[in-house]
């Protein structure tokens, strides 16, 4: 098959380029934002019209950026995944985020559930979303990544663990702490479904099984890293004031990966284990 996948220098795409180069994919185009900016309608037609399956993991990532932004932000997340859409089809898998959901439930998000954006971001991510299925293609909606790429909440952690004696860290937000190593072969394997027919095209939860507070995520770092998690002190998002709100529940359901023949991804604290080694 014949790949592409754009936003390739990003946590999340160099890993999707790694897992395509380990099942030994040799037509492979991995298309960092300077080589394909997906803003750019021209470009994205003439780089869609050789692949034969477009993953999609460039987006505008800067949550709180966004808010002052969203049209900045939405033609990334929105737009530009619009022409993508249109010009891909079923062959698009694109990345989507559970901040296209308000996180006022208790129990988890369903594929179906109604979305209801509280930020500038998720806004555009919808807009995005809603082009992909309107085309016939795939969302993966993820949340809470980490990797061995870029820059994330459990390298933070391990930094500050050497830097500081103690660190606060909030207990009232819940979700999926997710390895994006993790999430890249789950796409990939997707894609395979997708080719074999066993998976309709609609949105899929690429999130961990189970949820933590980042306050339980910090714990686990510190655990992992052979330190005292007691170092990590609770606090509440109240304390630390920033420009987007986030959403208190951001916990997906996994029903629709029944009978694709594609896993749903293991317990968080299992992929925290796993993911460790590379993460340092
Ligand atoms: N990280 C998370 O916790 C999380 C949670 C839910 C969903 N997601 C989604 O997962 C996907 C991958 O995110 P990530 O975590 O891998 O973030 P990331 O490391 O910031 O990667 C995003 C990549 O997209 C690129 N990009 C930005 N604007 C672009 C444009 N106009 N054209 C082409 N490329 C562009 C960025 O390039 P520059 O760095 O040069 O700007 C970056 O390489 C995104 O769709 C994101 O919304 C992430």
Not at 16 to 34: D, I, K, N, P
Not at 155 to 165: I, N, Q
Not at 182 to 199: D, E, F, I, M, S
Not at 224 to 236: C, F, I, Q, S, Y
């Given at each position: 098959?014949?790949?592409?996948?754009?936003?390739?220098?990003g946590m999340?795409?160099?890993d999707?380029?790694?897992?395509?180069?380990?099942?030994?994919?040799?037509?492979?185009?991995?298309?960092?934002?300077?080589e394909?900016?997906?803003?750019?309608?021209d470009?994205?037609?003439?780089?869609?019209?050789?692949?034969?399956?477009v993953?999609?993991?460039?987006?505008?990532t800067?949550v709180?950026?966004?808010?002052?932004?969203?049209?900045?932000?939405?033609?990334?997340?929105g737009?530009?995944?619009e022409?993508?859409?249109k010009?891909?089809g079923?062959?698009?898998i694109?990345?989507?985020?559970?901040?296209?959901?308000?996180?006022?439930?208790t129990?988890p998000?369903?594929?179906?559930?109604?979305?209801?954006?509280?930020?500038?971001?998720?806004?555009?991510?919808?807009?995005?979303?809603?082009?992909?299925?309107?085309?016939?293609?795939?969302?993966v909606?993820t949340?809470?990544?980490?990797?061995?790429?870029?820059?994330?909440?459990?390298?933070?952690?391990?930094?500050?663990?050497?830097?500081?004696?103690?660190?606060?860290?909030?207990?009232d937000q819940q979700?999926?702490?997710?390895w994006?190593?993790?999430?890249?072969?789950?796409?990939?394997?997707?894609?395979?479904?997708?080719?074999?027919?066993?998976?309709?095209p609609?949105?899929?939860?690429?999130?961990?099984?189970?949820?933590a507070?980042?306050y339980?995520?910090?714990?686990?770092?510190?655990a992992?890293?052979?330190?005292?998690?007691?170092?990590?002190?609770?606090?509440?998002s109240?304390r630390?004031?920033?420009?987007?709100?986030?959403p208190?529940?951001?916990?997906?359901?996994?029903?629709r990966w029944?009978?694709?023949?594609?896993?749903?991804?293991?317990?968080?604290?299992?992929?925290l284990?796993?993911?460790?080694?590379?993460?340092?």
């Open positions: 098959m014949r790949w592409l996948v754009t936003g390739a220098g999340l795409g160099q999707l380029c790694a897992v395509l180069a380990e099942a030994g994919e040799s037509g492979v185009v991995a298309a960092t934002r300077a394909l900016d997906i803003t750019d309608a470009a994205v037609r003439a780089a869609v019209a050789g692949a034969d399956v993953l999609n993991a460039a987006g505008w800067d709180d950026g966004a808010e002052a932004a969203e049209e900045d932000a939405t033609a990334v997340n737009h530009a995944v022409t993508l859409a010009e891909a079923g062959r698009l694109h990345i989507s985020t559970d901040y296209v959901f308000a996180g006022d439930a129990v998000y369903s594929e179906d559930a109604a979305p209801a954006p509280i930020n500038a971001y998720g806004r555009g991510k919808l807009v995005g979303e809603r082009a992909v299925r309107a085309a016939g293609g795939y969302v909606r949340a809470w990544l980490y990797g061995a790429h870029g820059p994330s909440f459990v390298r933070t952690m391990l930094r500050l663990a050497g830097e500081r004696e103690t660190v606060a860290v909030v207990t979700g999926p702490p997710t994006s190593r993790a999430l890249a072969t789950q796409v990939v394997a997707l894609a395979g479904a997708a080719a074999a027919g066993r998976a309709t609609g949105v899929y939860h690429g999130t961990a099984a189970g949820q507070s980042w339980d995520l910090a714990q686990a770092v510190f992992e890293a052979g330190l005292d998690p007691d170092r990590v002190r609770p606090t509440t109240d630390f004031p920033r420009p987007a709100r986030r208190a529940y951001s916990v997906l359901g996994h029903a029944a009978g694709t023949g594609v896993s749903p991804l293991p317990h968080w604290r299992t992929m284990t796993a993911a460790m080694p590379s993460l340092s």
